[in-house]
């Protein structure tokens, strides 16, 4: 079997830092994610962040707004690469699923999460 | 109103600008000018993604934006132009151009450069390129969102 997918979470502040604790809290996995901060990064250092985040394995990277620095570094380092697809609009249901997923190919791991993020958003009674 | 934020960010179009700052500003329209985002189509894209459609985005070069720096500060709407360096702005100041203050909103570490304030490192050469702008009647004050206080070109370079 080939090398399970590794989740690379890449936002604002400490937002990837905390999804990362709250996944492994709640499902007890601590392998299957790297955060990554844009803090003090210009892009060049941020896309630093991310290779060493990556490092050459497939990857599908969970980026926190569909705008921005985090999403740019992320989509020019994926672009013309098949073993690494990009999300964005990072939620902790999509993450979730993720991990028990990482058995996909990246592009499918990564259309699988964005449902599984979609379905989360929801607007019950109270 | 014309273009209310003259801003040099090396991240260019972000959520500082788009939110932070175009909130606020009540901003349509946002001039991003760099040459190689205006060489290229993909990366237009790119930074388009992050801005909401009711804002235009504007794609120039440093040439294009010399030419068209007037009609922007006669547009009724409010607008922001960024650049990510410090030489791409500076150039939009020579002559006739009537750019009073600039605003330096990010620019991150690399070789060369030392820490400034935690969102502005610079080399020496250029703080001296800011202090030459401020020289030639330009106000330059250092601000990364609205809600922190302005810094003075003199607490940074």
Redesign the interface.
């Known amino acids: 079997m080939s090398e399970p997918l590794r989740g690379v979470i890449v936002s604002h502040a400490a937002v990837a830092q905390a999804l990362l604790a709250a996944v492994a809290a709640i499902t007890g996995v601590h392998d299957a994610l790297v955060p990554v901060s844009n803090d003090g990064c210009d892009t060049g250092a941020l896309a630093e962040r991310l290779t060493r985040a990556i490092d050459d394995k497939p990857a599908v990277l969970f980026v926190d707004l569909p705008g921005g620095s985090c999403l740019t570094s992320s989509v020019r380092l994926a672009r013309g690469k098949a073993n690494v697809a990009v999300v964005t609009g990072v939620n902790l249901a999509m993450l979730l699923d993720f991990v028990f997923h990482r058995d996909l190919p990246p592009g499918d791991a990564a259309r699988r999460a964005a449902e599984a993020g979609s379905r989360a958003i929801r607007t019950p009674a109270a | 109103m014309s273009i209310a934020l003259y801003r040099i960010d ?6 500082q600008v ?1 939110v932070g700052w175009g909130k606020p500003l009540n901003v349509a329209f946002i001039v991003l000018v760099d040459d190689a985002v205006r060489a290229s189509a993909w990366e237009q894209e ?2 388009r ?3 909401p459609s009711e804002i235009e985005v504007v794609f120039a070069s440093t040439e294009e934006a010399l030419e068209r720096l007037t009609e922007w500060e006669r547009d009724p709407r409010v607008g922001i132009l960024v650049a990510g360096d410090i030489d791409t702005l500076a150039a939009l100041t020579v002559n006739r151009h009537p750019v009073s203050r600039v605003n330096v909103g ?5 070789p060369g450069r030392s820490e400034r304030l ?2 502005v490192y610079l080399s020496d050469a250029e703080a001296s390129q800011l202090r030459t702008l401020a020289a030639r009647g330009v106000e330059v004050t250092a601000q990364d969102v609205p809600t922190t206080p302005p810094v003075p070109l003199e607490d940074f370079t």
């Open positions: 090396d991240r260019l179009i972000h959520g788009v790119l930074y993604m992050g801005v990010g620019l991150h570490h690399r935690r969102y």
